[in-house]
């Protein structure tokens, strides 16, 4: 079975309420677990990141279906392709909002601008939302 990632960048339509944000994850990570679906969904000052990975179609699909959702706009497509194996095989959707405090931590500047960082960035060395995943995956095995 042919395995596919996808990640992306989006703005978040309007600020969610914790229990918005926790109905949503529930919801996510069932219809994940359902289409054998894993990943991470990062909210950064107001925008999503997240990458899936999984089967082909169920990742092409369930792609489509974020596109339309209008609780995010302006999706960027940031990367897509083949994988040999799951990345965050345990995760039905990890998730976690990086603070303001936690950006300046990482990137030494509160003002991240994730355009220029993932669009414009010619370091391909250093990717300050790879140190991110790396740091909350930390986080989560420390
Ligand atoms: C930022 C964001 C991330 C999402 N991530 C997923 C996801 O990983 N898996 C998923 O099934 N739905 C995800 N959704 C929800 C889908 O857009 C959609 O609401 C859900 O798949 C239900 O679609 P359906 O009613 O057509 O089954 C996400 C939505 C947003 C706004």
Redesign the pocket.
């Known amino acids: 079975m042919a395995l596919k990632f996808v990640s992306y960048m989006?703005s978040q339509s309007r600020v969610m309420s914790k229990k918005s944000i926790e109905e949503?994850l529930f919801?996510?990570r069932e219809?994940?677990k359902l289409?054998t679906?894993t990943?991470v969904?990062l909210l950064i000052q107001g925008k999503?990141v997240?990458y899936?990975e999984g089967p082909e179609e169920e990742i092409t699909d369930?792609y489509e279906?974020?596109s339309?959702?209008h609780?995010?706009t302006d999706m960027i497509l940031l990367d897509s392709g083949d994988l040999e194996e799951r990345q965050f095989k345990d995760w039905s959707?990890a998730y976690k909002e990086v603070s303001d405090k936690q950006v300046k931590g990482i990137i030494g500047d509160e003002e991240l601008n994730l355009e220029d960082i993932f669009l414009n960035s010619k370091d391909h060395d250093y990717h300050p939302v790879l140190k991110v995943l790396y740091d909350f995956v930390k986080t989560l095995s420390s």
């Open positions: 989006s949503f919801q996510v219809k994940n289409l679906i990943g969904l999503f997240q899936i369930v279906s974020i339309n959702d609780r995010h959707m």
